[in-house]
C-alpha cells in the first residue's frame, strides 16, 4: 500500500515475498515443502481454533468502569467497595448459557453476566446471570443438566423430550424455568437486561466481622424483551443483533450502564429466614433484606480483538479479593472448582497471563513456572520456592474470618416440599400481569408440546404445584388430560416419578 513503512513477515520476522503466490516446480506444479511461508501459514490456520466454552459459548463483550458511590467499608475491607468515587476498571462479557458458537443471540436461554474488577488487590471475578436463581443447587447436577441443553449424543438434534425429562425430575428448577419461559426468558439486547451475582456470597470487614450478601446489577436502559414471534424473526434476520448492538452503541458513545445494589444480611439474620439462605434456586425477599445501592458501571471501551479479549476472556468463580469470599452456596462450591479446571484444559495452564485476564491495579507475584505460552515470568537467580530467604515474595496476611463447620459427612440430600414451589407460585401469581401469563403459558406450551405424553403429565403436575388454572391451561394446550394431572398431583414425588416413569 502506498505509504506504508511495514512490511508482512513470518511470525519470526523474516520477510514474507509474496502472499499469494506458493513455489512450485514450474509454473504447472508441485508445491515445493521448502517453501515455509506457506507452511506456516496452513499451518498456524489448522490451529486458529480452540475449544469452545461447554456453556456460555456464545458472547460479546467491552471495557469500562464500576464507580462507587456509598462506601462499604462496614461491611467489607474489599478494596473495590471503599472511599466513594473510587472507580475500579473492569471488563463484562454477555453470553447465551446453552447455545454453541453459532446460536443466535434471541435464543430462549439465560444470559451470562460475567464482570472482571481490576482492584488494587487483585482481580476479583463476579459470574452471574440475567438471572437472580438458577435451575440446580447441587454441583453433582450440573454436567447432568447441561447435557439436556446440547444436543442428542445420537442423532445430534435438540430434543424437548430430554429438556422436560430433566426439568419435570428436578423440581428444584421450577423457580428458573418460570422465569425462563417469561418476557425475560429473551432479553432485546444485552443492554437491556438486568444482571445477578445469583449466589451468596461472604463480605468481611477489617474486624472480620461477616455479612452475607447478594448482588443486583439494574440495567439503565430500561428493561426490554423479544416475544417468541419476535425472536424468531430477529433470529433469521440477524442472529447477532444484540453483539451488533451493544458494538454499534459503545461506537456511537451511547455507553451502557448498570446500577449496583447488594442485599445483605448478618448470619443471625440469615439463620431466620423461612428458606435456605445459601439454595441459589431461591431468592431473597426485599421484605427480608432491602436493596442498597452501591455504585454504578459503565461500559465505554470496545474489545481491540474480539478472539484476545472476548474468546479468551476467562472468569472464575473463585477469583476472589480481600473482603470477599465464598458461601456454603453448594452450587458456587462447585464451580469454585469447575471454572479454574475449564480454564486450565480450553487455554492452558497460564491463561491468567493473557492481557484481559492479567490484573492492573496489581501486579501478580506467584512460584507457579513454565508450562505452554508462559511470558512475563521472573528471570534471574530468584526462588521459585517457598519458604526461602532469598528475596521471594511472602504471603500478605489480611482478616479473614473464622467461620464453623459442623456435621457428619454424607450426601445430604435435599427433600422436595413447598419450597420448591412457593416462590415460582409468587412470581406468576404476584409478579407478571394478565398479558405476561398468557404469553408464559404460550411459550410454555410451544415448548412442552414437543415432549410425549408422559413427560408432559409429570411437568404439568410442577406447573399444577404452581398454579393448578395455569395447569388445565397447560393441558389443554398440549393435549393432556387436566383430570390426569390432577390425580399425579396428589401423589408424592416418588410415587409420581413412578408412575410417569414408563
Known amino acids: 500500500m502506498p505509504g506504508t513503512k511495514k512490511h508482512l513477515t513470518t511470525v519470526f520476522g523474516a520477510p514474507v515475498i509474496d502472499d499469494n503466490i506458493s513455489q512450485t516446480a514450474g509454473r504447472g506444479g508441485p508445491i515445493l515443502l521448502q517453501d515455509v511461508a506457506l507452511l506456516e501459514k496452513l499451518a498456524h490456520f489448522g490451529r486458529e481454533r480452540i475449544p469452545e466454552r461447554v456453556v456460555h459459548a456464545k458472547g460479546a463483550g467491552a471495557f469500562g468502569s464500576f464507580t462507587l458511590e456509598e462506601d462499604m467499608s462496614k461491611y467489607t475491607c474489599a478494596d473495590l467497595f471503599n472511599k466513594a468515587g473510587k472507580q475500579t476498571e473492569l471488563f463484562l462479557r454477555f453470553s447465551t448459557v446453552g447455545g454453541e458458537r453459532g446460536f443466535a443471540d434471541a435464543d430462549r436461554d439465560p444470559r451470562g453476566f460475567a464482570m472482571k474488577f481490576y482492584t488494587a488487590e487483585g482481580n476479583y471475578d463476579l459470574v452471574g446471570n440475567n438471572t437472580p436463581v438458577f435451575f440446580i443447587r447441587d454441583p453433582m447436577k450440573f454436567p447432568d443438566f447441561i447435557h439436556t441443553q446440547k444436543r442428542r449424543p445420537d442423532n445430534n438434534l435438540h430434543d424437548a423430550n430430554i429438556k422436560w425429562d430433566f426439568w419435570s425430575l428436578t423440581p428444584e428448577s421450577l423457580h428458573q424455568v418460570a422465569i425462563l419461559f417469561s418476557d425475560r426468558g429473551v432479553p432485546a439486547n444485552f443492554r437491556t437486561m438486568h444482571g445477578f451475582g445469583s449466589h451468596t456470597y461472604m463480605w468481611y470487614n477489617k474486624k472480620s466481622e461477616v455479612f452475607w450478601v447478594k448482588y443486583h446489577v439494574r440495567t439503565n436502559q430500561g428493561i426490554k424483551n423479544l416475544t417468541r414471534q419476535e425472536a424468531t424473526k430477529i433470529s433469521g434476520e440477524d442472529p447477532d443483533h444484540a453483539t451488533r448492538d451493544l458494538w454499534e452503541a459503545i461506537e456511537a458513545k451511547e455507553y451502557p450502564s448498570w446500577t449496583v445494589e447488594v442485599q445483605i444480611l448478618t448470619p443471625e439474620q440469615a439463620e431466620k429466614l423461612p428458606y435456605d439462605p445459601f439454595d441459589v434456586t431461591k431468592v431473597w425477599l426485599h421484605s427480608d433484606a432491602p436493596l442498597h445501592r452501591v455504585g454504578t ?165 410442577l406447573f399444577w404445584k404452581m398454579d393448578p388454572q395455569a395447569a388445565k391451561i397447560l393441558a389443554k394446550a398440549v393435549k393432556s388430560d387436566a383430570g390426569k394431572v390432577e390425580k399425579l398431583a396428589a401423589l408424592s414425588y416418588d410415587e409420581l416419578v413412578k408412575a410417569t416413569a414408563e
Open 297 to 461: 458501571i459503565r461500559l465505554d471501551r470496545n474489545p481491540g480483538n474480539y478472539f484476545e479479549d472476548v474468546e479468551q476472556s476467562a472468569f472464575n468463580p473463585s477469583s476472589f479479593v480481600p473482603g470477599i469470599g465464598p458461601s456454603p452456596d453448594k452450587l458456587l462450591q462447585g464451580r469454585l472448582f469447575a471454572y479454574h479446571d475449564t480454564h486450565l484444559h480450553r487455554l492452558g495452564a497460564n491463561y491468567h497471563q493473557i492481557p484481559v485476564n492479567q490484573p492492573r491495579g496489581t501486579k501478580a507475584h506467584t512460584y507457579q513456572r513454565d508450562s505452554y505460552l508462559v511470558s512475563g515470568s521472573p528471570t534471574g537467580p530468584v526462588p521459585n520456592y517457598w519458604p526461602n530467604s532469598l528475596g521471594g515474595p511472602p504471603p500478605k496476611h489480611h482478616p479473614y474470618p473464622e467461620l464453623p463447620v459442623t456435621g457428619t459427612a454424607a450426601r445430604h440430600p435435599v427433600e422436595v416440599g413447598p419450597a420448591d414451589y412457593e416462590q415460582p407460585a409468587a412470581l406468576y401469581g404476584r409478579v407478571m400481569t394478565q398479558p405476561e401469563k398468557d404469553r408464559f403459558l404460550d411459550n410454555v406450551a410451544d415448548s412442552l408440546s414437543g415432549a410425549i405424553d408422559r413427560i408432559r403429565l409429570r411437568s404439568l403436575v
